[in-house]
């Protein structure tokens, strides 16, 4: 595949696009693969759910225009629904149809690559993204554990492309137009109501993908899996990719090849999100200081920890505890 290489448009930030409704696209193309392909990645913001939804072709596919044939990854999950469609795309080089009822379940990493105009392929359809930590709890050492995000596991090795009856397509729409209803309401308690529509959305895809649990037997990661409990068990230290790599008997070499192919992510990028997920759970949650909660995620530096959290959320840590409505000040 010819990966496009213009620029990413300066403008990065979706949230400026006035076209795009400010609910549908909390995300930007942050930058670029090794290959050159450009990441969409999720941008947070305080007292908003973290997931969100467009509606095809209504919204464009991606945050700032792309040169065709569109190429682009992602750092999040994606649920795509086409109600009314006919064509083709590219998921990782490989070629899909794409018709009526079809529900594409995308990892993050993998790369889409559209032929033809997205309008041209899809007449009415629906795409629901959200990070992989939505739906994670403490159970679970990675999102690829949870059952409920079980038909995303493959990542870059398998896709799943579901089928929809055609009794159940237009619940399906019912119940997307609601998740996307709540969202662009933002009524009291629509945080906790969105997240319970986007449960029950993979409830029911989680429904719909009857053999995961023997596919994901057959397709085991345990080395992925060992990198993520590594993950999990010191990201609350100040530990550097070496000791993750030492700690999954890998060269820092090898081990930033395999989850870099696995998951379209660096290990420091996991690491960074898993210290900004606690962190913003502590923020919202706890009323420990900034500079307490900076070395529970292991920066004993809070200056710096100050400035990766604003980089990371356009907000500094007392400004998203303000904005959630956190306990502390």
Known sequence: MQHGNSDIPESSDVMRHSSVPRHARPTRMGHRTTQGVPVAVYRRTPGTPPVAVAHLPDVPLTPQPLPDPQTHTHDFLVLFYAHRASGRFLIDDREWSVTDGD??????????????????????????????DVIRTGVYSSWRAHPLLFPFAGGTDRTQRLRIPPAERNP????????????????????????????????????LTTDVAGDLRSADEPLL????????????????????????????GHLTTLVRRKTGRTVQQWLTERRMQEARRLLTET????????????????SYFIKRFRTEHDATPAQWRQGAGGVGE
Request: avoid cysteine; proline fraction near 5%; hydrophobic fraction near 55%.
């Open 172 to 207: 399906w729409v019912d119940r997307l137009a609601a998740l996307d209803a709540e969202l662009q309401a933002r009524r009291n308690g629509h945080h906790e109501a969105a997240l319970a529509h986007l449960t029950l959305l993979l409830v029911t895809v989680a429904r």
């Open 225 to 252: 899996a060992a990198v993520f409990d590594a993950l999990e068990q010191h990201f609350r230290d100040p530990v550097s990719l070496s000791d993750i790599a030492a700690a999954v008997a890998l060269t820092p």
């Open 103 to 132: 529900l594409f379940v995308i990892a993050p990493g993998q790369v889409l690559s559209f032929p033809t105009d997205t309008a041209e392929i899809v007449a009415d359809g629906w795409v629901v993204f959200f990070p992989a």
């Open 287 to 302: 009323d420990l200081t900034v500079a307490a909660i900076s070395r529970r995620v292991g920066h004993p530096d809070v």
